[in-house]
Nanobody, 124 residues
């Protein structure tokens, strides 16, 4: 069992930066690929970014490529999402997810454990 807890969300102006973190419980973090998804009001949850278990491979949605960076620290059982040049359309609840596989995926069904989410609001 893996318990995920996101933190670091908040309110930021357009063009600003924000970093969110996800702390994982258990001893299997380093064997799992991790992902970030988001859900805006009235919309379906969508893929944002993912990282392999070693951190050597990453994937990003086109909408965030070049602005967001996913990283992980296996010694701290934590995955991060650094968000720069934020836009109002980035406003959403951001969820981290853990996969029972070493390589990242971009579909929700590929992930087995989910956090409760953290709100990110970007004002114009």
């Amino acid at each position: 069992q893996v318990h995920l807890v996101e933190s670091g969300g908040g309110l930021v102006q357009a063009g600003g930066s924000l970093s969110v973190s996800c702390a994982a419980s258990g001893r299997t973090f380093s064997s799992r690929a991790m992902g970030w998804f988001r859900q805006a009001p009235g919309k379906e949850r969508e893929f944002v970014a993912a990282i392999s278990r070693s951190g050597g491979s990453t994937s990003y949605a086109d909408s965030v490529k070049g602005r967001f960076t996913i990283s992980r620290d296996n010694a701290k059982n934590t995955v991060y999402l650094q968000m720069n040049s934020l836009k109002p359309e980035d406003t959403a609840v951001y969820y981290c997810a853990a996969r029972s596989a070493p390589n990242w995926g971009v579909r929700e069904y590929e992930y087995d454990y989910w956090g409760q989410g953290t709100q990110v609001t970007v004002s114009s």
